[in-house]
């Protein structure tokens, strides 16, 4: 907390509120409702009522700082440029670069079309509603120059300078080179033109001021472009940047603070999207494996692997949109993560996947969580079943399984996985309707107890099934 009536607000005075070293004095602050899960922002600590009331306390003391920084002054409309300018390499180039930021992911909504906008994000501070970035120049960004749009993209001002908000992960994308901006540029301004009008932003007092972004941001946010450590591969610091930057892969394996920043002593420690966990991809994963370069690669590509499981939930679309980049990129992905893992005495996975599965091998049906698990699981999971369509996921491996949470495993049980990476990995049945909340804690205390039987026992979990069961993903 920070006394926010106590000018002066610097960045430092804020900083140390937020670490706690002073009083909280929230009480005069509405505190928005409970968040839903959201897409980027989640973290555990929001739900905490107590941190919202000092969330609002801190931005408002950040007007203070906002008030004084970055007045965004408009860029002048253009007419819609002429895109036959730019070369087919250049469109194509900026095809791979929007699928590798996941533009259209957030930019468009159900059924609609393409980049038209119109998506809502929940996040803890209420919904923001993504924008129409197709070249309609009275919704979309039709009349913005380059300059507007670049600014847009490491400043996040939008052309007529308002602050925009962070849920728009500019704060990555401002770690793009110049040469590839403008490739984006050209390919956005190549497509069709769509009229369609975004929402307004329901967003609780105080977040729906914009100026107090400026504050986020001088908080927050480093504009500068992405920077080659020499002392590094070169496929090490294309991974780099491809990651950091348009990539922006620790927008959900991040923690967050507070304030919805990602907390940058904790890179790709884990975080939360989307009532999904994101996990760790540091040596901090729990999977029972540890991940190599040749596994991260497979599930970068294929959408599995082998020793881990799949990509479902909010990662079935980011590898599905990663099909646009060459191998090489991808390549370039697995050699800068793997380098976050301690790799020192790796074991060989092959023999080490055959003891943890024979290990734990379902012989007899000792509970009801068991029975479950044999009635509706093991036709498809069992080490050894039948071969059949689809990539059968070992449970023994499953990063889910071994996690601290049990979210994902709830996830996949409830909802299923419908949309999978693509549709040789196989589709997974929901048990929503047919398993009540009883039933599936049984199963997933049985699942954690058998398939991970050197993690203690997973808490909450019936609060966990009902917070997954009302949630739509
Ligand atoms: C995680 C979701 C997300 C992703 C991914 C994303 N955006 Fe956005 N973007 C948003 C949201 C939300 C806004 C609106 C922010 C606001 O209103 O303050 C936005 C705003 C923008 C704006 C400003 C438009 C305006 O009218 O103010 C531009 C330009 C933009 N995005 C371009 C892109 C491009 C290009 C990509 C892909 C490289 C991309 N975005 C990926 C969520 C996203
Ligand atoms: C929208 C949020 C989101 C973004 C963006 C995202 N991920 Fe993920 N990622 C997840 C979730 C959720 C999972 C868990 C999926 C599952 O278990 O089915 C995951 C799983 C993974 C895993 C497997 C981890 C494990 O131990 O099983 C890897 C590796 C990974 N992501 C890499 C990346 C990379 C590289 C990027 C950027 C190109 C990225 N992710 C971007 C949400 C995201
Ligand atoms: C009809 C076959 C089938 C049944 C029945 C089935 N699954 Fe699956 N399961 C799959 C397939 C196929 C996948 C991989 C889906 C994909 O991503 O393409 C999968 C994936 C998974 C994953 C990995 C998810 C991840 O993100 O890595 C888990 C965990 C899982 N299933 C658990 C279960 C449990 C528990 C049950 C019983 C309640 C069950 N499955 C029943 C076919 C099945």
Redesign the pocket.
């Known amino acids: 907390g920070v006394r926010f009536r106590e000018p002066p607000f610097t960045p430092e005075r804020i900083l140390k509120g937020l670490r706690g070293e002073a009083p909280a004095t929230p009480q005069s602050l509405p505190a928005p409702a409970a968040p839903p899960p959201s897409r ?1 922002w989640e973290n555990p600590f929001a739900r905490r009522a107590g941190i919202f009331a000092t969330i609002a306390a801190v931005c408002t003391a950040a007007i203070g700082i906002g008030a004084a920084l970055l007045p965004g002054r408009a860029i002048a409309p253009i007419a819609r440029p002429d895109a036959s300018v730019y070369s087919a390499a250049t469109i194509a180039r900026g095809e791979q670069l929007a699928a590798l930021g ?1 533009c259209a992911e957030c930019h468009t909504k159900i059924g609609g079309a393409p980049n038209a906008g119109g998506r809502a994000l929940e996040t803890p501070f209420g919904t923001i509603y993504a924008t129409n970035i197709t070249p309609d120049v009275v919704t979309g960004i039709g009349a913005w120059s380059y300059p507007a749009f670049e600014r847009a993209m490491r400043d996040g001002l939008h052309r007529d300078g308002r602050q925009l908000y962070p849920a728009f992960p500019y704060t990555h994308f401002a770690k793009t080179s110049d040469a590839d901006l403008q490739a984006l540029y050209a390919y956005l301004m190549a497509q069709p033109a769509v009229r369609a009008t975004t929402p307004a932003n329901a967003l609780a007092f105080p977040f729906n001021l914009r100026p107090l972004l400026a504050g986020w941001n001088a908080l927050f946010h480093r504009t500068h472009e992405f920077k080659p450590d020499p002392s590094r591969s070169e496929a090490w610091n294309r991974g780099a940047y491809l ?1 950091e930057s348009l ?3 620790s ?3 991040s923690p967050r603070n507070a304030l919805g920043a990602e907390q940058r002593n904790a890179y790709l420690a884990g975080g939360f ?1 989307e009532g ?4 760790a ?1 540091t040596s901090l ?1 729990h ?1 029972p494996i540890p991940w190599s370069e040749e596994e ?1 690669y497979a ?2 590509r294929t959408g599995h692997s082998r020793y ?8 079935a679309p ?1 590898v599905r949109d ?1 099909k646009a980049l060459p191998d090489q990129d991808i390549r370039a ?1 697995a050699v800068y ?1 793997n380098s976050f893992n301690d790799t020192a005495d790796t074991p060989a996975p092959d023999a080490l996947a055959a003891k943890l599965e024979s290990a734990t091998q379902v012989t007899v049906a000792s509970s009801a969580g068991a029975r479950l698990y044999q009635g509706a699981c093991a036709v498809c999971h069992e080490v050894g079943g039948l071969p059949l369509f689809g990539t059968r996921p070992s449970l023994a491996l499953n ?2 399984v071994h996690s601290t949470k049990a979210d ?1 495993l709830v996830q996949v049980i409830l909802h299923g996985i419908a949309d999978p990476v693509s549709s040789d990995l196989g589709y997974m049945p929901a048990f929503r309707n047919s398993m009540s909340d009883a039933q599936v804690e049984e199963l997933v205390t049985f699942l954690r107890k058998q398939f991970a039987p050197d993690k203690p026992a997973w808490t909450g979990v019936r609060e966990t099934i009902s917070r997954v069961r009302s949630s739509t993903h």
């Open positions: 980027n996941n990651i990539g922006h892969c927008g959900c394996h999207a999904w966990e994101a996990p991809l994963s999977a991260l599930y970068l881990h499981g799949v990509a479902a939930g909010p990662m980011v990663l992905m993560l990063s889910n994902n």
